[in-house]
């Protein structure tokens, strides 16, 4: 079974904090993505990567950023975290040469006081 | 105007009920469609995969694509409390490339009651 592991279940940080939210995948996957999920807007596309050190703007990227340093570690990094971060963050990895698609992470919820 | 629409409910039917869950969607590239299950605090958990039009039959679970429509349709028979979730529709235009995507609609949040 693929695995995507996020570090961290729940996270509360403060205005201003730079934070770290960590993405392990064990399946060897090429792509990750980082999501984040809000009530009513469903799950939004903050940044994604094909390869190592490869990036790509999503939907919603400002106030992230993100790095791939290992193919199977994606990390999002809040810069200086605002209370409109607070959300559930959520990864996933796919594979362009499976049948099967996306697979997500647990998700992390954090809230930023 | 999103690309992909879909009522985000909520959606409260008793046990034994037919459910019907659909999404619409504006980009005529879009060759794969999923369903995605997603439980109170886990993350979303791929349910059925259709590539392309037709019907996708899985034990209690059928999808149906209408790519002429833009409309694809997810229906559960013989509903059961454990099928109370959000369901997510997906889709992308492509699975082999290395940028590929999906676009998901907001949810739909289902609960079925004994």
């Known amino acids: 079974d693929v695995k995507v592991t996020q570090s961290s279940r729940y996270l509360v940080k403060r205005t201003g904090e730079k934070v770290f939210l960590e993405c392990v995948q064990d399946?060897?996957?090429?792509?990750m993505f980082w999501y984040r999920q809000d009530p009513g807007l469903g799950l939004r596309l903050i940044y994604f990567?094909?390869?190592?050190?490869?990036?790509e703007k999503g939907d919603i990227p400002e106030g992230y950023s993100v790095s791939r340093e290992k193919k199977e570690r994606f990390s999002l990094i809040l810069e200086s975290a605002s209370t409109n971060q607070t959300s559930m963050y959520l990864c996933?990895?796919?594979?362009?040469?499976?049948?099967?698609?996306?697979?997500f992470g647990q998700g992390t919820r954090l809230t930023v006081v | 105007q999103k690309e992909v629409e879909q009522d985000p409910g909520p959606l409260s039917v008793p046990e034994g009920a037919i459910v019907s869950l659909n999404c619409t969607y504006s980009n005529s590239a879009f060759q794969y469609f999923m369903w995605y299950r997603q439980y109170s605090r886990k993350g979303p958990e791929l349910l059925m995969y259709t590539y392309s039009s037709g019907n996708k039959e899985d034990g209690r679970f059928t999808a149906q694509v209408d790519k002429s429509s833009k409309y694809i349709s997810l229906f559960i028979r013989d509903s059961q409390p454990s099928d109370s979730a959000t369901y997510l529709c997906?889709?992308?235009?492509?699975?082999?490339?290395?940028?590929?995507?999906?676009?998901f609609g907001r949810g739909t949040q289902l609960t079925v009651w004994p």
């Open positions: 990567s094909y390869d190592v050190k490869m990036k």
């Open positions: 997906a889709m992308s235009s492509s699975r082999g490339s290395t940028l590929g995507r999906l676009y």
């Open positions: 399946m060897d996957h090429e792509n």
């Open positions: 996933a990895s796919l594979s362009p040469n499976s049948d099967t698609e996306a697979f």
